[in-house]
């Protein structure tokens, strides 16, 4: 496992960008009172340690969702018990490749987790009720939708399909 420890100076240059990746290193030197040359250092080897992945961008308003709520699906056993993780599978790519559907998760053998948006709430019920609620041997589904966000409210514009 790579050495993930970082130090005062990893997590400010960090934190700044995670706000906004855009900032130059020009930048980010003036905000935290470090040289160039270090700041450009740390971010190479951050990025050659795996902590910094890749950069990308957050929707804004208008692309992202204003309705989401979170769906847990169990999935019935079958007869054949080897058919679980198949049909679980199954399911999971069928739920990825739909519109809307942000975020999709296993949990356990026979739960899946997904995160769905829309930008009507009557649109994101319908689209419940039409495409997810009518998966076939499901034994039950947990709508919650999602009335408020504490923390992460980036979250549906980083997950938005564009």
């Given at each position: ?16 960008l ?31 340690r ?25 999935v019935?056993?079958?007869i ?83």
């Open positions: 496992m790579p050495n993930t420890q970082l130090d005062d100076l990893d997590r400010a240059i960090l934190r700044l995670k706000s906004d990746a855009r900032l130059t290193i020009a930048e980010i030197s003036n905000k935290i009172g470090k040289p160039e040359s270090t700041v450009h250092f740390r971010i190479k080897k951050l990025q050659e795996g902590i910094i992945d890749k950069y990308t961008i957050i929707l804004g308003e208008p692309l992202k969702p204003k309705y989401l709520a979170f769906i847990i699906l169990e019935g056993r079958p054949i018990e080897d058919f679980l993780d198949r049909y679980v599978e199954y399911i999971t790519k069928t739920l990825s490749a739909l519109p809307g559907v942000l975020f999709v998760a296993k949990s356990g053998a026979d739960k899946i987790i997904a995160l769905v948006g829309k930008n009507d709430k009557e649109e994101l019920m319908n689209f419940i009720e039409d495409n997810i609620k009518s998966i076939p041997t499901l034994r039950n589904v947990v709508v919650l939708p999602v009335s408020e966000i504490r923390k992460g409210e980036d979250i549906a514009g980083f997950l938005a399909e564009v």
